[in-house]
């Protein structure tokens, strides 16, 4: 029965983060938590795992399409792997009733910038606003114009996504793709495809850190990664088509829930 749960939430989590390139992690360890009974310290790596195949799937379907930016990926990337291994001990220092207050203050705050985001006029819009960006795109190719403006933007994104990767267990595509939208003239697909490419580097170096302090996968766990992998390709299939607007605007409103049953667990 824990094994039918963990490939329905599975196919759930992968589904959302092929839909927004941002929200499967941050839905993933509320799903183990609560479907499977983990607490919140387990259920990260595992979370981490599954989001991490999920997202290295959509990459791959990124590529393909030649709307990776893979050199910003691979900066993104490094410079979270910096940071990645003092999540991961921070999560270990910090209680597990903190760890949670922490992981409800961040699901709140996404939700209420997601919302924000979706009443925007360029929410559907793939070419974003005029303001100046930090990080210009050629207008010819789209691909960045490297500078040290642009590399150490996406390189302070990196760090800080690291840092909530391994601390939380969230893929830090909630991160990414808000950050390379306002600093960035990247198109909303490119970013979310970017984004996931990051998230599923950075996952694969928190969860061998992980592994090597005695990561163990049950049945219901190894049915959550695997379908996870099924929901990611139906998601990116419907993304391609979906309004952006109505995406956030669909994806805010569960995670205030959420995040308010995490809560109140805490409390109780």
């Known amino acids: 029965m824990l094994s039918l749960t963990g490939g329905l939430l599975g196919l759930i989590i992968g589904a959302v983060l092929g839909l927004t390139g ?6 993933a360890v509320p799903a183990l938590v609560f479907g499977l009974g983990m607490d919140i310290r387990s259920a990260a790596p595992v979370a981490l795992l599954a989001v991490g195949a999920a997202a290295a799937l959509g990459a791959v379907q990124g590529l393909r399409r030649g709307i990776v930016r893979y050199k910003a990926a691979m900066v993104l990337a490094a410079a979270g792997t910096v ?24 699901m709140l705050i996404i939700a209420y910038r997601m919302f924000l985001s979706s009443r925007s006029p360029q929410a559907d819009s793939d070419l974003g606003d005029e303001q100046a960006k930090a990080c210009k ?19 302070s994104i990196g760090v800080v996504s690291g840092l909530a990767t391994g601390m ?20 909303m697909h490119s970013i979310v495809a970017t984004s996931l490419m990051v998230i599923a580097l950075l996952s694969a170096v928190t969860v061998f850190i992980a592994w090597s302090h005695g ?11 695997l379908t996870a992998l099924v ?34 667990r805490n409390v109780g």
């Open 168 to 187: 939380l267990g969230v893929g830090g595509g909630f991160i990414i793709v808000p950050a390379l939208a306002h600093f960035s003239e990247l198109r």
């Open 231 to 264: 929901g990611m390709a139906g998601g990116r299939a419907v993304a391609v088509r979906g309004s952006l607007k109505m995406l956030r605007r669909v994806f805010s409103i569960p995670r205030v829930g959420v995040g308010g049953l995490m809560l109140m």
């Open 215 to 225: 990561l163990l996968l049950t049945a219901p766990t190894w049915a959550f990664v």
């Open 22 to 27: 941002a929200g499967g992690g941050i839905f």
């Open 137 to 155: 795109v050629s207008k010819d190719t789209g691909r960045f114009l490297w500078n040290l403006r642009t590399a150490t933007t996406l390189g």
């Open 83 to 106: 940071t990645a291994p003092l999540g991961v001990q921070l999560a270990h220092w910090l209680s597990p009733r903190w760890l949670n207050m922490v992981f409800v203050a961040i």
